[in-house]
């Protein structure tokens, strides 16, 4: 049975994936390195750290990451600024239902709390959450399953007892590997074959995993 439900946040909860590729768009371009879009869907789901390493073991350790990072974080920034945070169909739902019904429930994120924070307290649903964890908590980036394994820690609940709602590749592999079961709302990525071996389900909203949750 099914007690929490741990939930990533850029592409799930917030439409901030979609943001982050303009600026790596414009990024791209600004510095001449306009192949860059050809590895996002490796990089959605990592810690600033993780997505370093990424970049310099694809274009060569001369690549201008901190440069490229810059520019792209000054776009979501501002973007941000302008017209507050995005948020995905189905958010208010969901969080009013889990809490109604007494699950648990916290945010596993690649982002730094910092962020995070910001983005949570900009729309006041800080209050839903029983555990906020973060990218820059832990050493270890996803797909490995640290941050999902800290969630249910400090939840103090098995992993087997909770749900993890994610959009991206690495973030299904990282709940995954932690023993989760777990719900796809796609974002940028379509589910492949190999994913959906993985998968409890996939619904096209966070609303939809409302009769997720009850059917289980």
């Known amino acids: 049975m099914i007690k929490a439900v741990i939930m990533d946040m850029d592409g799930t909860m917030f439409d901030t994936e979609r943001v982050a590729a303009e600026g790596w768009e414009k990024a791209g371009e600004t510095l001449g390195c306009g192949n860059v879009m050809e590895i996002l869907e490796k990089a959605m789901g990592l810690t600033a750290a993780a997505e370093e390493k990424l970049f310099l073991k694809i274009y060569g350790p001369d690549f201008p990451f901190h440069d490229f ?26 969080l009013d239902y ?63 007892e909770c749900m993890a709602l994610e959009d991206s590749p690495n973030g299904i592999l990282a709940a995954y590997r932690a023993g989760m079961k777990t719900v796809m709302i796609p974002d940028r990525v379509a589910p492949n074959p190999e994913l959906e071996k993985m998968l409890a389900a996939c619904v096209p909203t966070l609303k939809a995993v409302i009769q997720v949750l009850e059917n289980q």
């Open 69 to 94: 990072r810059k520019i792209s974080g000054e776009y979501s920034r501002d973007y941000i600024k302008k017209n507050g945070v995005p948020v995905k169909e189905g958010l208010f739902e969901l």
């Open 98 to 160: 889990l809490k109604q019904n007494n699950y648990k429930i916290a945010v596993a994120t690649s982002t730094s709390r910092s962020t995070t924070l910001r983005y949570f307290e900009s729309i006041n649903i800080i209050g839903y959450f029983d555990q906020i964890i973060c990218g820059d908590m832990l050493e270890k980036s996803k797909p490995d399953p640290d941050i999902y394994l800290k969630a249910c820690q400090a939840l103090q609940i098995p992993p087997e």
